[in-house]
Structures are given as structure tokens and as C-alpha cells.
């Protein structure tokens, strides 16, 4: 359980750097930016996958803030219930451990 919470938080990392990149080039002429998408991984983990959007003719930076800024809460709430998570284990693992000794 504990390695399936770290491999999200690890993914969900790689995606908010991917847009924050995004972001940050949003007036940048003829940019295009990164999609990510979360998958499950071989071992039951969570992995990040990017791919290069295509361009259009107009040469503008093909960024969308709306898209961006809703796709940063959604990576922020999922890091936190992995962080809660992750305590919570501590924690039980902590009372165990006090019980044995």
C-alpha cells in the first residue's frame, strides 16, 4: 500500500511539472504543450505518460490556463489524500509496534 501512495505522489509530480512547463510557456509563440496522463503501472503503481500536442497554423502558444489550473487542484488533491494516507499508515504502524514491545 505504502509503495502504491509514493508511485502517485512520484507521478502526480511529473504531471505538475509538465504543467507548470506549460504554463510558464503560455505566451510563448508557436509552443505546444504536454499532456499527461495518469496510468496504472506494471506493478499496481500509478505512472505518468507525455505526449506532444500538435500545433495548429496560427503559431500561438496552444496552452489553455482554464485547462492548466483545473488539472493543478485535481493533481493537489490527490497528492494530499496520498500524503493522509501515507500518515495514517504511520500511524497504525506505530501503534503496532508499540502494542508488540
Known sequence: ????????????QSYMNASAANVANVSSDGFAPVQTTLNEGVSGGVRATFSQQSIDASMQSQTT??????????????????VAALKAQDEIFGSLLDVTA
Not at 2 to 12: G, R, T, V
Not at 68 to 80: L, R
Open 1 to 12: 500500500m505504502i509503495s502504491s501512495n509514493l508511485s502517485s505522489i512520484m507521478a502526480n
Open 65 to 82: 490556463l482554464a485547462t492548466e489550473m483545473t488539472d493543478q487542484i485535481s493533481i493537489d488533491a490527490s497528492v494530499t489524500s496520498n
